[in-house]
């Protein structure tokens, strides 16, 4: 099968909650910068669905979800393909249950944050891990990573360079994901999280992660089995579906354009893509090509199977299992696959 990849940005914020931009003024960013798709994500509201906004704004379709938390301001939840705010006064078990049940798309927005030793800023982790019906978890979200850098030493530095320190998802979220996968699908995303707000560091006031500068780092691609229409509706359930499906591969576009990347496993009768699922023959391998040079690891069941430097890479596959691949480029994180299972 030969996918279509689309680029874009998933969890944005405007002025419709936190964040500093409009709708219109983030996708034209969005189009500036040569996204294929933004998901909007406000706290607690969807008034940019209820006004309207979702659509094409020149070649960028913007798709409106909401960003639901608890009492304790924990368990951020990103909810797409549903048309109203779940009520407040749920628990997260309450609300991941009755997204799910509502058919809407579920995702765990900043699972594992932890933030540095900055006592201005707390962190917003998820907390109830005995929830259940969530599709997906954000496995890289940029504003947790940077802040969880942020000393009091480097904060200056973070602040004009912040692109410069991003490194990868944690191993925290990374072995939870790939525990969970053994049991079932579940999709990881990358995230910009972005507000582009202000931060004050001594006598500097600066944005950071202005909307273009972070549209520029952690993208997700997703892999299409149609050229995205043009028609709203069916586009948009060409993207909820493909995420569901775990059709996704993540990339960290500083270090690299990844939209040409390819892992498959595959044997002398089939192949499998990303997200997909084969069985195990004697001669199933995986193959894996990325457009530059960098460090190929081919992840099984949460373990390192196999590492190699270069553009491309070949591995006997002989378990069944969950497998995906990470790619970096020296020490930082450059790509990071969903799964392909391969049965018995
Ligand atoms: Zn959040
Ligand atoms: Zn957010």
Redesign the pocket.
């Known amino acids: 099968m030969d996918y279509k990849i689309i680029t874009g940005v998933v969890?944005v914020?405007t002025l419709d909650s936190d964040g500093t931009k409009t709708h219109e003024e983030v996708a034209a960013i969005a189009g500036e910068v040569g996204l294929d798709f933004i998901l909007f994500?406000d706290?607690m509201t969807l008034q940019g669905l209820d006004e309207g906004k979702e659509g094409f704004y020149g070649d960028v379709l913007a798709l409106i979800g909401y960003?639901h938390n608890d009492h304790d301001d924990c368990n951020?939840y990103l909810i797409y393909e549903n048309d109203k705010v779940l009520p407040a006064s749920m628990t997260a078990a309450e609300y991941v249950a009755a997204a799910s049940q509502a058919g809407a798309l579920g995702i765990m927005?900043?699972p594992d944050e932890m933030r540095g030793r900055d006592a201005r800023f707390r962190s917003y982790p998820w907390t109830d891990w005995n929830v259940e019906g969530f599709n997906g978890m954000e496995i890289w979200n940029q504003?947790s990573e940077w802040m969880e850098g942020l000393k009091f030493y480097n904060q200056i530095l973070m602040v004009l360079s912040p692109r410069k320190w991003l490194q990868s998802p944690t191993s925290r979220v990374r072995r939870k994901w790939d525990d969970i996968n053994t049991r079932r699908k579940v999709v990881g995303i990358a995230s910009v999280?972005a507000?582009g707000f202000l931060y004050r560091a001594g006598p500097l006031r600066l944005t950071i992660f202005p909307y273009k500068v972070q549209f520029k780092t952690l993208r997700s691609h997703l892999m299409l089995t149609e050229p995205l229409s043009r028609d709203l509706e069916t586009a948009k359930k060409q993207i909820y579906d493909a995420i569901r499906d775990c059709r996704v591969f993540m990339s960290n576009y500083r270090w690299g354009e990844a939209k040409n990347f390819r892992f498959e496993i595959g044997n002398a009768s089939t192949s499998a893509a990303i997200g997909g699922e084969i069985t195990l023959e004697e001669d199933t391998k995986a193959i894996v090509t990325i457009p530059l040079v960098g460090r190929i690891r081919l992840i099984g069941n949460g373990k390192l199977m196999a590492e190699k430097k270069g553009k491309s890479f070949e591995h006997i596959i002989t378990q069944p299992g969950v497998y995906r691949v990470e790619v970096y480029r020296g020490k930082k994180g450059w790509i990071f696959s969903n799964h392909i299972r391969v049965v018995e």
Do not use: I, Q, T
């Open positions: 969890h914020h994500a706290h960003e951020h927005a900043h504003m999280d507000h």
